[in-house]
């Protein structure tokens, strides 16, 4: 397994993270670039991310391994192509943030048993070769859906190397991790993106922004500089999970607004000390 | 001015922070305390941030300069005892996020002229002495409003003192900065508080929050452990900016909501891509 020659499709901030863990912990000799764009390739090879950028037909003939992230649009051709060309002795994951839709394309593939589908719960606001970074997922989730449709071998496999890269397993399937993905993570870059607009909107004075900004601002709005390629398909797969919650999310707005509408200051303390018990939950 | 004696009002977040600085800095001899709790004020004379804990009037008599820096409801009545009870040669600052209300609440005192209105423009979700930090304001920017009010001599000095400490000083009128407070502070920390109720209200499992929560959704959802007791106040202070920008925010997530709806995933880009220029403002 140390021999391994990995390809990664996309080479961006999971993938190249991805590949950089691999080549720190060992576990790969070879690691091949699959990349949409000419540019991104050819940084990824500069920064030592990658061996060598090939298409993604050649490079699945020369790998043992071959791991998926990038949009989870493009996940699913990609994923079935993949499924397509590779034999018993190749493997294949995926990296992406929703899991049903993708899962329910490769269903009845007949390589399916060679797939794991995988989410390291792990991201930053940036995207592209440069924001990859060693040691990315250490101490992170990573949920494994539907591990029993995939061999035993294959799960040991990545289970390993998510591991040694820090990272703590946690199994579901694939609808239950989208409802939860969709409260614990695509809420937060709606939200995120909502404010960005709404001060954009409402702050014409951007000089103002610039000086005032403190610590709490920026924390808060800072997803909003996420990648829209990358942001539109995951609200877009999981469109049920993030309306019921969005929903929810305005009608928790709404209360605040009703307490300031009415100067019901005891409401508006009691929706506050609710909020606290996040306390208990985060660290 | 480097042997100030120095009360601070309030033994908290920014309060202790100021003190801590003043000390580090050298701008006072004498540190005193006024907290409205015995044991706030044990805790900030066992962590050193003061010398002595007095009640208000008698720390007032023995003080060159009396720091407030308490729920902004709360800083009125004190603000107004202070004045009363001061003399041409002391003065006094405040240190609260809402501004308009004081200031119309202190305009005609007598001794307005002795008074600055600051706002240094730092937090965290914590608060009481322990939360208290060295060097908290280094590199944030602080707002001092109707700096034509105060005299000179005591503009001075709490620029110099700010300053010292590493902030860069700002001049707005109280509307302005209420209104520029409501969108870059006030309205995250709703947000936050309202997405901790959101999340908290729809996932029931709360050790999968806790297994699977993420950077993104700590940094959102981080200021909704902040302090209801000093929240609440400055929101309905604020009331009139803040239901101006929630109105707002309230709108653009509504956006959001129709292009799921929709499955308008063009115009759900756009909205993204937009919010993106948030990376112009913020570093």
Known sequence: ????????????????????????????????GVSRTEASGK??????????????????????????????DATIPVLQTVLDNITDKQFVADAGSTKFAMCKAVETHPM??????????WGTEYSGPDAAVKDAFRGRACVICEKDKSDKDIVD?????????????????????DMHAAY???????????????????????????????GGFESTVRLAKSSPAMWAPIFMQNRDNVLDVLNEHITQLRKFKACLEKENIEYLEELMVNANKIKRILK
């Open 184 to 214: 614990i993570s695509h809420i937060s870059h709606i939200t995120s993106f909502a404010l960005a607009n709404t001060v954009l909107e409402k702050e014409k004075e951007e000089n103002t922004i610039f000086e005032l900004a403190g």
């Open 43 to 72: 940084r990824a090879l500069e920064l030592g991310i990658v061996n060598e950028v090939l298409p993604l037909i050649d490079a699945i003939k020369k790998s043992d391994f071959i791991y998926v992230a990038i949009p989870v």
């Open 1 to 32: 397994m140390n021999d391994m020659t990995v390809t990664i499709v996309g080479v961006g901030l999971i993938s190249g993270s991805f590949a950089l863990g691999l080549r720190d912990k060992g576990f790969a000799k070879h690691i091949i």
């Open 157 to 177: 496999i990545i289970e390993n190397i998510y591991k040694t890269l820090g990272m703590n397993m946690i199994y579901m399937d694939a609808a239950a991790h």
């Open 112 to 121: 399916r048993h060679r797939f794991v589908a995988t989410h390291p719960m």
